[in-house]
């Protein structure tokens, strides 16, 4: 009897490790996406902040150009 119930012990624990893995797995994919849209947000703010430098820079160029 002890040898039987000893066999059956692995089989409930075994869904629970596949849900784990699932679940971190989503968790994962998330922190993915999330990274992905603050590096997207950030890549915005930099490309417009590079452009608003660039603008003043030719400001400057055309004013000491005069």
Known sequence: AGAGGRKERPKPREPAARLE???????????????????YALNRVMTELEQQQFDSFCRQMQASGE
């Open 21 to 39: 893995r699932a679940r971190q797995r989503a968790a994962q994919q998330e922190l993915k996406q999330r990274q992905r849209a603050e590096i």
